[in-house]
């Protein structure tokens, strides 16, 4: 069984920094990218950042480049995002994510979700 597992959420200032831990387990991750995703309340869900495999690719979403870090350690089938500069627009859950593809993630239609951390950032 594949579970995605995020951690390292929570109540933060403006101008604070999180970093957001994902665990994967259940099958092989090898060659697998990963991303993260957020959901504000009454919005809809947004991509955030994604990396590959070999972490040779990297992409952000325009608002948060330069503030926010993908990073990944394949050793440990883990993934991480960390958040500097935090705004009380990054306000929202977060949510990990792996697929086969780097395309796919950047599509917003990867294979596998988490069940998401909760960032609030209070101004």
């Known amino acids: 069984q594949v579970q995605l597992v995020e951690s390292g959420g929570g109540l933060v200032q403006a101008g604070g920094s999180l970093r957001l831990s994902c665990a994967a387990s259940?099958?092989?991750?090898?060659?697998?990218?990963f991303g993260w995703f957020r959901q504000a309340p009454g919005k809809e869900r947004e991509f955030v950042a994604a990396?590959?495999?070999?972490?040779?690719?990297?992409k952000y979403l325009d608002s948060v480049e330069g503030r926010f870090t993908i990073s990944r350690d394949n050793a440990k089938n883990a993934v991480y995002l960390q958040m500097n500069s935090l705004k009380s627009e990054d306000t929202a859950v977060y949510y990990c994510?792996?697929?086969?593809?780097?395309?796919?993630?950047?599509?917003?239609?990867?294979?596998?979700w988490g069940q998401g951390t909760q960032v609030t950032v209070s101004s």
């Open positions: 990396i590959n495999w070999s972490s040779t690719n990297r």
């Open positions: 994510a792996a697929d086969p593809k780097y395309q796919t993630i950047t599509a917003m239609t990867p294979y596998y």
């Open positions: 259940g099958r092989t991750f090898s060659g697998y990218a």
